[in-house]
Every structure is written in structure tokens, then in C-alpha cells.
């Protein structure tokens, strides 16, 4: 049963993880578009904290790598990004 828990606490976290690398992306793009100081910007910033939080609620550390198309968490996750259709695959 711990097996269990401990795997589905493993997919939620890397759904929250997956989700921070979006809104970061998100981020740093209306950060290059928007002036400082813009509402648009605080509020992605906002979003980021929110994650982040929940993030380290579950768990107090995390190992994430970021490379040309791919994000690594925890040794064991990948996630590829295809840059032609945005698809996501994770093995």
C-alpha cells in the first residue's frame, strides 16, 4: 500500500513540477514582452509561488535539470517537449 501512496504522490508531484517548467516558461515570456512593474508580470509571479508551494509542501527538496528539449526530475522523470506540435511525453 505505501507503494501505492508513494507513487501517486510521485505523479502529483511531477504534474506540479511539469506545471511550475509551463508557468516559468510563461513567465519569463511576459517578462520579455511586459514593462517592469506590470500587473501581468505579478500575477505569473503570483502562479509561480503558488506551485512552489505546493511544490515543497510534499517534499523539501527536489533535483530538476533543464536541457535543449528535455526537463529531468528526480533521476527517474523525463519529459520531452516537441517543439513542432508542443506535445509532452514522459518516459
Given at each position: 500500500?505505501?507503494?501505492?501512496?508513494?507513487?501517486?504522490?510521485?505523479?502529483h508531484?511531477?504534474?506540479?513540477?511539469?506545471?511550475?517548467?509551463?508557468?516559468?516558461?510563461m513567465?519569463?515570456?511576459?517578462?520579455?514582452f511586459?514593462?517592469?512593474?506590470?500587473?501581468?508580470?505579478?500575477?505569473q509571479?503570483?502562479?509561480?509561488?503558488?506551485?512552489m508551494?505546493?511544490?515543497?509542501?510534499?517534499?523539501?527538496?527536489?533535483?530538476?535539470?533543464?536541457?535543449?528539449?528535455?526537463?529531468?526530475?528526480e533521476?527517474?522523470c523525463k519529459?520531452?517537449?516537441?517543439?513542432?506540435n508542443n506535445?509532452?511525453?514522459?518516459?
Amino acid at each position: 500500500m505505501k507503494k501505492n501512496e508513494s507513487s501517486t504522490n510521485k505523479e502529483h508531484l511531477l504534474k506540479l513540477v511539469t506545471k511550475f517548467v509551463l508557468e516559468l516558461n510563461m513567465a519569463r515570456k511576459k517578462i520579455s514582452f511586459y514593462p517592469e512593474g506590470h500587473p501581468e508580470i505579478e500575477e505569473q509571479i503570483e502562479k509561480l509561488k503558488s506551485i512552489m508551494t505546493k511544490i515543497f509542501d510534499r517534499k523539501k527538496t527536489i533535483s530538476l535539470g533543464i536541457a535543449k528539449d528535455k526537463i529531468f526530475f528526480e533521476e527517474i522523470c523525463k519529459i520531452y517537449t516537441n517543439k513542432r506540435n508542443n506535445h509532452r511525453k514522459k518516459y
